[in-house]
């Protein structure tokens, strides 16, 4: 049987990117010093296929640069900033995957890392990630790969299969069941609003971790925790972990 892939009941959406730019070096340190002990972030790869830490296809939303992530070197992107109207956050870069698993592995923090392909490029995407992940990745600390994109998943179980996977859904589908024996998913992933207590059950009675994404109000965690999900997302993780304590 499945056993799921336990992260923690708390985990940081893209870092605590509800007070410090998403996905940044910043955010995971803030993360850490209001009690998270686990982030979810995101990884697209440039040009070059260098994982970079970014949740969107394009820059303009959460960087200074222009047009699509992809179509950059990794020395362009490195040259970017986190676009933020956050106070205190001016100048934070655009941070690779690799450095930020290197502050992950110094704040002994657990990753759930989203692989987020452009479309076209689950294989290159999910290669690269996983070339990062086997060569730094501290094998004491807790890490899932996810992904909407089945086949970066697929990539990711036949490249770096002892790396616990998630399906990242919205609404579970019919054949979630076959969909994450075929993937050798340990997790299902899912938005919040669209879990009821019978797919809860249903879920964890099939040996799979569930967590939901993206919940910000201590009301609706702790009814998601009594339904049985092993954990949230959320992008005020203190908050969230204080008012569950």
Request: charged share 20%; net charge negative.
């Amino acid at each position: 049987m499945t056993e799921p892939a336990l992260l923690a009941k708390v985990i940081a959406h893209r870092g605590a990117s509800g007070s410090a730019p998403e996905n940044t070096l910043a955010a995971i340190s803030l993360a850490a010093e209001v009690g998270a002990t686990c982030v979810e972030l995101d990884a697209s790869i440039s040009s070059d296929n260098i994982p970079f830490v970014h949740h969107d296809d394009t820059l303009e939303r959460c960087t200074n640069g222009r047009g699509y992530l992809c179509a950059h070197t990794a020395k362009e992107l490195d040259a970017l900033t986190a676009s933020s109207n956050k106070a205190g956050f001016d100048s934070e870069p655009l941070p690779r995957l690799s450095q930020a698993v290197a502050l992950l592995s110094s704040l002994q923090m657990g990753l759930n890392l989203e692989i987020k392909p452009t479309p076209g490029l689950e294989e290159p995407t999910a290669l690269a990630v996983c070339d990062v992940i086997r060569d730094s990745w501290p094998i004491d600390l807790p890490l899932v790969l996810s992904s909407f994109s089945r086949e970066a998943l697929a990539v990711a179980r036949d490249t770096l299969p002892g790396a616990a996977r998630a399906l990242i859904v919205c609404a579970v589908p019919d054949d979630w069941q076959h969909q994450t024996q075929l993937l050798q998913c340990r997790n299902l992933h899912m938005a919040a609003p669209l879990l009821d207590a019978q797919r809860a059950k249903d879920i964890i009675d099939g040996g799979l971790g569930l967590y939901c994404f993206t919940v910000n109000d201590s009301d609706t965690a702790a009814k998601l925790l009594e339904m049985g999900a092993h954990g949230v997302f959320s992008d005020y993780p203190g908050e969230l972990l204080d008012s569950l304590s």
